[in-house]
T-cell receptor, first 111, second 116 residues
Framework: QKEVEQNSGPLSVPEGAIASLNCTYS??????FFWYRQYSGKSPELIMF????GDKEDGRFTAQLNKASQYVSLLIRDSQPSDSATYLC???????????FGQGTTLQVKP | DTEVTQTPKHLVMGMTNKKSLKCEQH?????MYWYKQKAKKPPELMFV???????INESVPSRFSPECPNSSLLNLHLHALQPEDSALYLC???????????????FGEGSRLTVL
């Protein structure tokens, strides 16, 4: 089992729809969870982080965390073509504090 | 504008060359990182410097040699690389350092390395 698992996609949604990106992790002791966005040919950019169970909203983005189910998700409301990118889920390992990345989900938002 | 600056943006080198990648941050961050990223893969951690001291080396081959001259600068010296080392090399920094590393990383734009 991979430490951080994501569906590689591509996930295709029409413009204006809600895009839902999911991630599961194996380290039950992990405390910090992150979503990075990476455009093709560019470097990753941190867009959301969440440390507590529940939802955290920032503009069109909502991160959701369920530690009991070891599940974290990112919702993008009113998806725009400019949201088309690879979204990397990352989790800090409880024993080392290192950041463990998932393989990333490619999102395509079609006009 | 990125607050982590990497140079050069592109580098082509032969297997016998010696070159260096440079990274600079002016955010007062205490930890700096080198990552390697291959196409369609997530970034792979190579080295971490915490308070200018090497704290993590992820069993990286000795042909990669990191250096942290001061808290704002990070170098990666390259020597006798192999074609399979061709990748995007990312520098990152974080405010947190020490035993607990924050996952709030600020990445530079990367240096795309091609080894012939």
């Amino acid at each position: 089992q991979k430490e951080v698992e994501q569906n590689s996609g591509p996930l295709s949604v029409p413009e204006g729809a809600i895009a839902s990106l999911n991630c599961t992790y194996s380290d039950r002791g992990s405390q910090s969870f992150f979503w990075y966005r990476q455009y093709s040919g560019k470097s990753p950019e941190l867009i959301m982080f969440i440390y507590s169970n529940g939802d955290k909203e920032d503009g069109r983005f909502t991160a959701q965390l369920n530690k009991a189910s070891q599940y974290v998700s990112l919702l993008i409301r009113d998806s725009q073509p400019s949201d088309s990118a690879t979204y990397l889920c990352a989790v800090t390992a409880s024993n080392t504090g290192k950041l463990i990345f998932g393989q990333g989900t490619t999102l395509q938002v079609k006009p | 504008d990125t607050e982590v600056t990497q140079t050069p943006k592109h580098l082509v080198m032969g297997m016998t060359n010696k070159k260096s990648l440079k990274c600079e941050q002016h955010m007062g961050h205490r930890a700096m990182y080198w990552y390697k990223q291959k196409a369609k893969k997530p970034p792979e951690l190579m080295f971490v410097y915490s308070y200018e001291k090497l704290s993590i080396n992820e069993s990286v081959p000795s042909r990669f040699s990191p250096e942290c001259p001061n808290s704002s600068l990070l170098n990666l010296h390259l020597h006798a690389l192999q074609p399979e080392d061709s990748a995007l090399y990312l520098c990152a920094s974080s405010q947190g350092a020490g035993a607990t590393y924050t996952g709030e990383l600020f990445f530079g734009e990367g240096s795309r390395l091609t080894v012939l």
